[in-house]
């Protein structure tokens, strides 16, 4: 597959490469040779003689970068020695909620008819783990007891059985912390943490990790009968020489507890309920209907007798019209409305009686409620997808400056008063109540090289000062230059006039000018469109009309079908250049903004914005190097049809600043990248046309992976990429690196010292990296906030190595992440995570926009839109229209990109 074959890896002497590759090789040595590969890594074993891999040590401490103090919200845990007790519970019937189930066992230990529990207090999971601090006198043996518990109307038994599993020692955990064995004993660690968490279980609404309560003190509302709901989060961890308690506060969103006739006029903008005076639309019906399905209501029509019940359906016929089999006491069954039943029955007249019903229950039950007896259940989290609006509300009602989250997790702590809490008295544990000290180091950030005009000028260097420098003033590296282009404008004219087009155009040809991109002459075309529909017929036009476009300016009104529509036709059809622009930025165009789009506009066209400057880069660059960035994205929670889309991005060059992708369309909620190793062996092959070179390491980045998953992400990951390069050329062996990128944790850090803080967020500043006190206690991982906190409270990347082939040493790892946080293209600030996950993640979510079908298209392979579809693609959201009835085969053609958008940074 490298071509030409070599019997080592030696390659052809070096032509000048594309732009951006500089030519020879990508490190010291004479130009055009090839340098030796000294340390390539033997291979291991074929898989079927292969032990699991093992996640590397800790190869040393960072000691780069200058000191600095910093808390963490992590509380150290002081344990006992010993033994807890573990038990398994099974409780018939076994579909109860946790919550039911905690009831039950707490009321089996209260009543302890058979003298079982002594004294003792068992913490239990709410599912099947009960533990307790001393034995309970059954030996081996099971069990069964009797639990009834008071019900609505009648009470309810169940069968629960105890038997004895293990004994989990905490002299094995204290072992492992203090780093003489390898292996952290998980079962340890799950009964420390179901002892914590059983108190705050019973007290507060538990979600995930973390525990809610109902608002007291505040109310903010999101709209469409949402609220958001504070809470905290609370983890155990183990760290160097001591269990932590990793605490954060918390917020997420809950459905109001509220008559459901006021959660409906929220859902569907009416103002009162006396407005809406005929029956739903169709269009009203089907968005009720998406918002209430699946929650839990009470009835009210009853007295004290408030069943509960969960929403299948909303009926399509009012309540006056609706009708269900109705047995009278002669045994005879007539068909009845669910008002005249309402009427007859509960000698209630019905209020509402054109509005629908909720179908509860199981479907083929047919039970209807009217709206109007029904109220939501108080403590139900929202799980389906926020709207911006609600997104935006939700940022501003849970954005803390650091120094005020951190006042507020430390409250936190002394209202939970967790040395308070019985159950962990009873096993012998205590918290300290102060935030964990550690060292961290601000490490120094690279310099970035910009162009010049060659002959005239010196190269220009920017140096980043706390995260972020500035671009005026210099040019791009390889600056583009753009002799043909075009402009569609997708706003109406009276919202976006010439006038404001001319203007714009000026303005942004003085800034790419200055950018070292020039923009040259007017547009070929300028014309006013409308609907998604006119976007291939007019693409297509430009694209046999003038060979040479390079790009076109696509003016959009806002949030629009037309923006998946110009990104499916541009990027998977006809292999265009687009920019899109808001009808807005066209009427008001900012210096930043038109900036901002050049930096865009110049990789789309293959240039090259700006680089590492080459001597100060780590050691990794002295030979042929691939930086691989991967990702999954799955579909919003509440979708279990649409599939999950992972990408592959790999360096194209050795500054590292082209990147070229590919993606694939997975099994729905798979984490792992099935197709990994076809992926890998795509950019090899690209890597080697672009330099001439094959790549002697592979650093890769892996976004998107939770410790749960780490080990089979690593299993399977690692032999694909291993497997994609046997597949390229026997023997061939490039040293891999495995690094897993984690945003979505609860470690904060704060500066202990006030004038370290930065900016009036207060964070700490970009840079800062910890190896020590809170981290893992044998294996290789750090925390490196690598951006400056605008607003809130900075969350710093977590990276954690899986495997190590190259042998970094935590200085090397540390520094190169940072300085590749530095190299994304589409701002002149240092991001939070390495561009090439960052990357990652851009083509998936692009590959989303692919995945929305055109509204009027029969040759497509799918059907046409449903209600829900067409709503989805009315708003413009990002959702794939109706791809789940579409082919698999379908699906991957849709997110495969044209080749000439294949061969620069479309997605940028």
Sequence with gaps: MFQPPSSGLGGPPVPPGPPGVPPGPPGPGPPGARPPIPNLVPMMPPAHEQAEFTCPSRPNHGTEGRAIMLRANHFQICMPRGHIHHYDVSIVPDKCPRRVNREIIETMVQVDTKKLFIGQ?????????????????????????????????????????????????????????????????????????????????????????????????????????????????????????????????????????????????????????????????????????????????EITHCGQMKRKY?????????????????????????????????????????????????????????????????????????????????????????????????????????????????????????????????????????????GGRSGFQTKQQAIPNQGVWDMRGKEFHTGVEIRTWAIACFAPQRTCREEALRNFTAQLQKISSDAGMPILGQPVFCKYATGPEQVEPMFRYLKNQWQELQLVVVVLPGKTPVYAEVKRVGDTVLGMATQCVQAKNVNKPSPQTLSNLCLKINVKLGGVNNILVPSIRPRVFNEPVIFLGADVTHPPAGDNKKPSIAALVGSMDAHPSRYAATVRVQHHRQDIIQDLGNMVKELLVQFYKATRFKPSRIVFYRDGVSEGQFMPVLQHELRAVRHACMMLEVGYQPGITFIVVQKRHHTRLFCADKREQIGRSGNIPAGTTVDVGITHPTEFDFFLCSHAGIQGTSRPSHYHVLWDDNHFTADELQQLTYQLCHTYVRCTRSVSIPAPAYYAHLVAFRARYHLVEKEHDSSKCSPAYGEEGASDYGEGSHLSGSSEDRTPACLERAVQVHQDAGRVMYFA
Excluded at 242 to 261: C, E, G, H, R
Excluded at 263 to 291: A, G, H, N
Excluded at 342 to 371: A, I, M, S, W
Aim: hydrophobic letters at 35%; one cysteine or more; glycine letters at 6%.
């Design 310 to 450: 969960r929403v299948c359906n909303v009926t399509r016929r009012p309540a006056q019209t609706q009708t269900f089999p109705l047995q009278l006491e002669s045994g005879q069954t007539v068909e009845c409305t669910v008002a005249k039943y309402f009427l007859d029955k509960h000698r209630k007249r019905l209020l509402y009686p054109h509005l629908p019903c909720l179908q509860v229950g199981q479907e083929h039950k047919h039970t209807y409620l009217p709206l109007e007896v029904c109220n939501v259940v108080r403590g139900q989290r929202c799980i389906k997808k926020l709207t911006d609006m609600q997104t935006s509300t939700m940022i501003k009602a849970t954005a803390r400056s650091a120094p005020d989250r951190e006042k507020e997790i430390n409250s936190l702590v002394r209202k939970v008063n967790f040395n308070e809490d019985p159950y962990m008295q009873e096993f012998g544990i205590s918290i300290n109540s102060t935030m964990t000290e550690v060292k961290g180091r601000v490490l120094p950030p690279p310099k970035i090289q910009y």
């Design 121 to 297: 207090k068992p913490v239990f999971d709410g599912r099947k783990n009960m533990y307790t601090r001393d034995p309970l006198p059954i030996g081996r043996d099971k069990i069964e007891l009797e639990v009834t518990l008071p019900g609505e109307g009648k009470d309810r038994v169940f069968n629960t059985s105890l038997k004895w599993v293990a004994q989990v020692s905490l002299y094995a955990l204290e072992e492992a912390l203090e780093g003489r064995t390898r292996s952290i004993p998980l079962d340890a660690i799950q009964a420390l943490d179901v002892v914590m968490r059983h108190m705050p279980s019973m007290m507060y609404t538990p979600v995930g990790r973390s525990f809610f309560s109902q608002p007291e003190g505040y109310y903010h509302p999101l709209g469409g009968g949402r609220e958001v709901w504070f809470g905290f989060h609370q983890s155990v961890r183990p760290s160097q020489w001591k269990m932590m308690l990793n605490i954060d506060v918390s917020a997420t969103a809950f459905y109001k507890a509220q008559p459901v006739i006021e959660f409906m006029c929220e859902v569907l903008d009416v103002k009162e309920i006396s407005e809406q005076k005929r029956p739903l639309t169709d269009s009203q019906r089907v968005k009720f209907t998406k918002e209430i399905k699946g929650l839990k209501i």
